[in-house]
């Protein structure tokens, strides 16, 4: 079973310019997770999909983020303007169908390291 | 609310020692937790999960936790420390009234010295 897949693994930007990461969840993942880790950090949940629909986004800098799932399958996360504070990693993670009998188990892709400079 | 609390920032164990990694949970409803390691530049790896089964849980590379209700605790621990266990572990929460929601601690990065 193929895992969470992100693009880019890297980026290096200016401030005040653009950025794009895709993720792709595990196939058949219902919900999905973006998560922003800065160094030496836990990660910060930015926004969560069930399917195309936004479950929690009250940590999402709405003002420069914005994050869509429209099909209900792979997701982009974007950043207009950015700013020097957005460096950090940039996970993405799935779970599969919620269950009566506890949590399904998030998986996480490789992470987007995002430098601006 | 669910909250996770990982009493240790930084844990430094020798070669071939035990390691003992501590997290204690708050949640109002019966928990689901994880146990997620870190390596340098990498993605979160599954250590091991527990959700209302056995209350010892082994996980992979030979680490294990037990969850303990009257304590909030859900401790991980592994007999003998590896070099290639040296990483950043996190304790995470969810339960299923949050509907697949998980809560982070802040982290544990455990060093290991030859």
């Known amino acids: 079973e193929a895992g969470v897949a992100q693009s880019p693994r890297y980026k290096i930007i200016e401030k005040r310019q653009s950025v794009a990461f895709w993720c792709n969840p595990i196939?058949?993942?219902?919900?999905l997770y973006w998560y922003q880790q800065i160094l030496g950090q836990g990660p910060k949940l930015l926004i969560q999909f069930q399917n195309n629909g936004v479950v929690d986004d009250s940590q999402l800098p709405k003002d420069r983020f914005s994050a869509e799932r429209l099909k209900g399958v792979d997701s982009t996360l974007k950043i207009q303007p950015a700013k020097l504070e957005d460096s950090a990693v940039y996970l993405c993670?799935?779970?599969?169908?919620?269950?009566?009998?506890?949590?399904?188990?998030?998986?996480f892709g490789p992470g987007t390291r995002l430098t601006v400079l | 609310a669910q909250s996770v609390t990982q009493l240790d920032s930084h844990v430094s164990v020798s070669e071939g020692t035990p390691v003992l990694l501590r997290c204690n949970y708050s949640?109002?409803?019966?928990?689901?937790l994880f146990w997620y390691v870190q390596h340098p530049n990498k993605g979160l790896q599954l250590l091991l999960k527990y959700t209302s089964a056995a209350t010892l849980v082994k996980g992979i590379n030979g680490f294990e936790a037990e969850f303990k209700k009257s304590e909030t605790s859900f401790h991980l621990t592994k007999p003998s420390a590896h070099m290639s266990d040296a990483a950043e572990y996190f304790c995470?929460?969810?339960?299923?009234?949050?509907?697949?929601?998980?809560?982070f601690g802040t982290g544990t990065s455990l060093t290991v010295i030859p």
């Open positions: 995470v929460v969810s339960d299923s009234l949050t509907g697949n929601q998980f809560y």
């Open positions: 949640s109002s409803y019966s928990p689901s």
């Open positions: 196939s058949g993942h219902a919900t």
């Open positions: 993670a799935s779970t599969g169908p919620w269950t009566s009998g506890g949590t399904d188990t998030q998986y």
